[in-house]
C-alpha cells in the first residue's frame, strides 16, 4: 500500500469516526426533539382542559351574573314597593293623629255636653212646673 492510500485510509476512518460522532449528536437531538414534542402534547392537552375549565367557569359567571341581575331587579321592585307602602302609612298615621285629635277635642267637649243636660233636665222640670201651675 502506498502512502497515498495510507493516508486516504486513515482520512477515511477520521471521517467515519467525525461522522458517527456527528450521527451521535443527531441521535441525542432526535431523543430531545421527541421529549420537547411530549412535552409540548402534554402541554397541549393541558391547555385544552383548562380552556373547557375556563368556559365551565364563563359559563357559571353568566348564570350568576344573570341571577344577580335578577335579584337585583326584584330589590329594586320591593325597594319601590316599600316606598310606596311607607307612603301609605304615613297617611294612614296622619290620619289616626287627625282622629286622636278629634277624640281630645270631643272630651274636651263632655263638660259642656254635661251643663247642656243638666240645663235641659232643669228645663223640662220648668216647664212640668209651669204645665202643672197652667192647669195641665
Not at 451521535?24 to 421527541?34: F, K, Y
Not at 391547555?47 to 335578577?70: S, T
Amino acid at each position: 500500500m502506498s502512502a497515498e492510500t495510507q493516508s486516504q485510509i486513515h482520512r477515511a476512518i477520521g471521517d467515519l469516526q467525525t461522522l458517527r460522532e456527528q450521527w451521535a449528536e443527531v441521535e441525542s437531538i432526535d431523543a430531545e426533539r421527541e421529549k420537547a414534542e411530549a412535552k409540548l402534547t402534554a402541554i397541549n392537552q393541558n391547555i385544552a382542559a383548562k380552556r373547557g375549565e375556563l368556559a365551565e367557569v364563563k359559563h357559571a359567571h353568566k348564570q350568576i351574573l344573570a341571577k344577580a341581575y335578577e335579584d337585583q331587579s326584584k330589590h329594586e321592585k320591593l325597594q319601590a314597593e316599600i316606598k310606596r307602602k311607607t307612603a301609605e302609612l304615613t297617611k294612614i298615621n296622619g290620619e289616626f293623629d287627625a282622629l286622636r285629635q278629634l277624640f281630645r277635642e270631643f272630651d274636651s267637649l263632655e263638660p259642656g255636653f254635661k251643663k247642656l243636660g243638666d240645663l235641659m233636665t232643669e228645663t223640662k222640670a220648668a216647664v212640668g212646673s209651669l204645665r202643672a201651675k197652667l192647669g195641665g
